[in-house]
Protein backbone atom coordinates (compact mmCIF):
# COMPACT_ATOMS: atom_id res chain seq x y z
CA UNK A 1 0.00 0.00 0.00
CA UNK A 2 1.02 3.20 -0.82
CA UNK A 3 2.46 5.81 2.23
CA UNK A 4 0.35 8.99 2.89
CA UNK A 5 1.52 11.06 5.40
CA UNK A 6 0.90 14.01 6.87
CA UNK A 7 3.55 17.23 7.63
CA UNK A 8 2.34 19.43 10.69
CA UNK A 9 4.48 22.66 11.50
CA UNK A 10 4.62 23.00 15.27
CA UNK A 11 4.20 26.40 15.81
CA UNK A 12 4.03 28.68 19.14
CA UNK A 13 7.67 27.64 19.97
CA UNK A 14 9.19 30.30 22.52
CA UNK A 15 13.06 31.48 21.54
CA UNK A 16 15.66 28.55 22.27
CA UNK A 17 18.29 29.22 24.35
CA UNK A 18 21.44 27.74 25.78
CA UNK A 19 19.60 25.20 28.05
CA UNK A 20 15.96 25.32 27.19
CA UNK A 21 14.58 21.84 27.49
CA UNK A 22 13.39 21.09 23.75
CA UNK A 23 11.64 17.40 24.16
CA UNK A 24 9.74 19.76 27.33
CA UNK A 25 8.61 22.33 24.77
CA UNK A 26 7.99 20.14 21.85
CA UNK A 27 5.69 17.87 24.52
CA UNK A 28 4.07 21.15 25.33
CA UNK A 29 3.05 22.27 21.95
CA UNK A 30 2.47 19.41 19.85
CA UNK A 31 -0.36 16.81 20.15
CA UNK A 32 1.69 13.89 19.51
CA UNK A 33 1.35 10.24 18.95
CA UNK A 34 2.89 6.66 18.96
CA UNK A 35 4.98 6.23 15.63
CA UNK A 36 5.17 10.31 14.53
CA UNK A 37 8.64 11.51 13.55
CA UNK A 38 9.53 14.69 14.70
CA UNK A 39 11.75 16.81 12.82
CA UNK A 40 14.34 19.66 14.70
CA UNK A 41 16.19 22.34 12.94
CA UNK A 42 19.54 21.85 13.83
CA UNK A 43 19.49 25.95 14.95
CA UNK A 44 17.32 24.86 18.04
CA UNK A 45 19.45 22.08 18.50
CA UNK A 46 22.39 24.03 18.73
CA UNK A 47 21.08 26.58 20.84
CA UNK A 48 19.71 24.78 23.77
CA UNK A 49 23.10 22.73 23.54
CA UNK A 50 24.80 26.40 24.11
CA UNK A 51 26.42 25.78 20.30
CA UNK A 52 27.17 29.44 20.14
CA UNK A 53 30.51 31.46 19.98
CA UNK A 54 31.46 35.24 19.89
CA UNK A 55 31.75 36.69 15.73
CA UNK A 56 32.10 39.82 14.70
CA UNK A 57 30.48 39.37 11.10
CA UNK A 58 32.79 42.02 9.46
CA UNK A 59 35.91 40.14 10.59
CA UNK A 60 36.45 38.00 7.50
CA UNK A 61 40.13 36.37 9.46
CA UNK A 62 38.09 35.04 12.89
CA UNK A 63 34.90 33.40 10.11
CA UNK A 64 37.66 31.79 8.35
CA UNK A 65 39.31 30.54 11.63
CA UNK A 66 36.53 29.51 13.31
CA UNK A 67 35.06 27.25 10.30
CA UNK A 68 38.78 25.77 10.12
CA UNK A 69 38.57 24.82 13.29
CA UNK A 70 35.30 23.10 12.95
CA UNK A 71 37.14 21.16 9.50
CA UNK A 72 39.16 18.00 9.43
CA UNK A 73 39.76 19.36 6.17
CA UNK A 74 38.83 22.11 3.60
CA UNK A 75 38.09 20.92 -0.18
CA UNK A 76 37.77 23.63 -2.06
CA UNK A 77 37.72 27.14 -1.59
CA UNK A 78 36.04 30.18 -3.69
CA UNK A 79 35.86 33.80 -2.66
CA UNK A 80 34.13 33.67 1.20
CA UNK A 81 33.22 30.33 0.56
CA UNK A 82 34.67 26.68 1.64
CA UNK A 83 33.70 23.68 1.27
CA UNK A 84 34.69 21.29 4.22
CA UNK A 85 34.38 17.96 5.95
CA UNK A 86 33.56 18.31 9.42
CA UNK A 87 34.48 16.04 12.19
CA UNK A 88 31.18 14.32 11.93
CA UNK A 89 32.46 13.57 8.49
CA UNK A 90 29.56 15.93 6.80
CA UNK A 91 31.22 17.63 3.42
CA UNK A 92 29.17 21.11 3.23
CA UNK A 93 29.34 25.04 3.13
CA UNK A 94 31.66 26.42 5.50
CA UNK A 95 31.67 23.77 8.63
CA UNK A 96 27.98 24.29 8.69
CA UNK A 97 28.88 27.49 10.68
CA UNK A 98 25.86 29.99 10.41
CA UNK A 99 25.00 33.62 11.35
CA UNK A 100 21.20 33.56 10.21
CA UNK A 101 18.73 33.19 13.03
CA UNK A 102 20.92 34.01 15.82
CA UNK A 103 21.93 36.68 17.73
CA UNK A 104 24.11 39.40 15.59
CA UNK A 105 27.92 38.96 16.79
CA UNK A 106 27.81 35.45 17.29
CA UNK A 107 27.49 32.07 14.98
CA UNK A 108 26.11 28.52 15.48
CA UNK A 109 28.05 25.96 15.13
CA UNK A 110 27.06 22.43 14.66
CA UNK A 111 26.01 19.67 17.65
CA UNK A 112 28.74 18.20 18.62
CA UNK A 113 26.93 15.08 17.91
CA UNK A 114 23.56 15.23 16.47
CA UNK A 115 22.52 11.25 16.91
CA UNK A 116 22.94 11.57 20.38
CA UNK A 117 20.69 15.24 20.21
CA UNK A 118 17.93 13.30 18.51
CA UNK A 119 17.94 10.53 21.22
CA UNK A 120 18.06 13.11 23.63
CA UNK A 121 15.04 14.36 22.47
CA UNK A 122 13.09 11.26 22.03
CA UNK A 123 13.85 9.92 25.11
CA UNK A 124 12.56 13.20 26.55
CA UNK A 125 9.62 13.14 24.69
CA UNK A 126 8.84 8.98 26.21
CA UNK A 127 9.25 10.66 29.38
CA UNK A 128 7.36 13.76 28.96
CA UNK A 129 4.47 12.50 26.69
CA UNK A 130 4.81 9.24 27.05
CA UNK A 131 4.61 8.43 23.45
CA UNK A 132 7.63 6.53 21.04
CA UNK A 133 8.72 8.48 18.37
CA UNK A 134 11.66 8.83 15.95
CA UNK A 135 13.33 12.09 16.03
CA UNK A 136 15.54 13.58 13.02
CA UNK A 137 17.63 16.46 13.41
CA UNK A 138 17.67 18.38 9.86
CA UNK A 139 20.48 21.35 8.49
CA UNK A 140 20.12 22.94 5.26
CA UNK A 141 22.46 22.15 2.62
CA UNK A 142 23.95 22.44 -1.17
CA UNK A 143 23.71 19.69 -3.04
CA UNK A 144 27.04 19.43 -5.72
CA UNK A 145 25.99 19.64 -9.22
CA UNK A 146 22.74 20.92 -8.25
CA UNK A 147 21.70 24.58 -7.59
CA UNK A 148 19.10 24.78 -4.54
CA UNK A 149 18.81 24.26 -1.05
CA UNK A 150 17.38 21.11 0.84
CA UNK A 151 17.02 20.27 4.51
CA UNK A 152 18.87 16.90 5.35
CA UNK A 153 19.09 14.98 8.22
CA UNK A 154 22.28 14.95 10.38
CA UNK A 155 21.19 12.92 13.42
CA UNK A 156 18.42 10.24 13.96
CA UNK A 157 16.98 8.15 16.56
CA UNK A 158 13.88 6.17 16.61
CA UNK A 159 13.62 6.26 12.76
CA UNK A 160 15.63 4.67 9.68
CA UNK A 161 18.06 6.76 7.94
CA UNK A 162 18.81 5.03 5.06
CA UNK A 163 16.06 1.79 3.67
CA UNK A 164 18.11 -1.18 2.07
CA UNK A 165 15.96 -2.11 -0.53
CA UNK A 166 18.42 -4.42 -1.99
CA UNK A 167 17.20 -8.12 -2.60
CA UNK A 168 13.56 -6.76 -2.78
CA UNK A 169 11.76 -6.37 -6.52
CA UNK A 170 10.95 -3.75 -8.75
CA UNK A 171 7.22 -3.13 -10.10
CA UNK A 172 8.47 -5.53 -12.90
CA UNK A 173 9.35 -8.16 -10.29
CA UNK A 174 13.01 -7.39 -11.42
CA UNK A 175 16.11 -7.97 -7.94
CA UNK A 176 16.56 -4.66 -7.00
CA UNK A 177 20.80 -4.81 -6.56
CA UNK A 178 21.70 -1.49 -5.30
CA UNK A 179 18.89 0.35 -4.44
CA UNK A 180 19.31 1.98 -0.24
CA UNK A 181 17.11 5.24 0.00
CA UNK A 182 18.11 7.49 2.44
CA UNK A 183 14.76 8.30 4.10
CA UNK A 184 15.78 10.14 6.68
CA UNK A 185 17.23 13.09 4.26
CA UNK A 186 13.38 12.85 2.10
CA UNK A 187 11.65 13.59 5.78
CA UNK A 188 13.90 15.92 6.80
CA UNK A 189 13.07 17.99 2.89
CA UNK A 190 9.65 17.09 3.11
CA UNK A 191 9.17 18.95 6.62
CA UNK A 192 10.99 21.98 5.62
CA UNK A 193 8.06 22.69 3.14
CA UNK A 194 5.63 23.43 6.32
CA UNK A 195 8.28 25.29 8.33
CA UNK A 196 10.09 27.12 6.28
CA UNK A 197 13.31 29.18 6.19
CA UNK A 198 11.77 32.34 7.82
CA UNK A 199 9.09 31.61 9.37
CA UNK A 200 10.04 31.03 12.77
CA UNK A 201 8.66 27.27 12.57
CA UNK A 202 11.87 25.08 14.19
CA UNK A 203 9.75 21.92 14.66
CA UNK A 204 7.55 19.75 12.53
CA UNK A 205 5.47 16.59 13.18
CA UNK A 206 5.44 13.96 10.40
CA UNK A 207 2.48 11.24 10.61
CA UNK A 208 1.93 8.24 8.72
CA UNK A 209 5.45 6.93 8.30
CA UNK A 210 5.76 3.00 7.41
CA UNK A 211 5.97 1.34 10.88
CA UNK A 212 8.89 -0.94 8.88
CA UNK A 213 11.17 2.67 9.54
CA UNK A 214 10.73 3.18 13.31
CA UNK A 215 13.82 1.75 14.48
CA UNK A 216 17.48 2.53 15.70
CA UNK A 217 19.57 4.33 13.22
CA UNK A 218 22.71 6.41 13.14
CA UNK A 219 23.71 9.43 10.62
CA UNK A 220 26.91 8.92 10.78
CA UNK A 221 26.85 5.24 10.85
CA UNK A 222 24.23 4.80 7.92
CA UNK A 223 24.52 8.10 5.82
CA UNK A 224 28.03 9.60 6.06
CA UNK A 225 30.07 7.77 2.82
CA UNK A 226 33.23 6.45 4.01
CA UNK A 227 36.05 8.14 2.96
CA UNK A 228 37.37 5.38 1.16
CA UNK A 229 34.03 4.62 -0.94
CA UNK A 230 34.19 8.41 -2.13
CA UNK A 231 34.86 8.68 -5.38
CA UNK A 232 35.42 12.62 -5.39
CA UNK A 233 37.42 13.69 -2.33
Request: aromatic share 4%; glycine share 10%.
Amino acid sequence: MPVTIALIPVTGMPEISPGSDLAGLIAEHADLVDGDVIVVTQKVVSKAEGRLVPLDPTDALARDALIEKESVRILRRRGDLMMTETTHGFVCANAGVDLSNVEYGRAALLPVDADRSARRIRDGLKGRAGVSVGVIVSDTFGRTWRRGLTDVAIGTAGVAAVVDLRGTTDALGRELAVTEVCVADELAGAAELVMGKSSGIPVAVIRGVDPAWLRESSVREEIVRPYQEDLFR
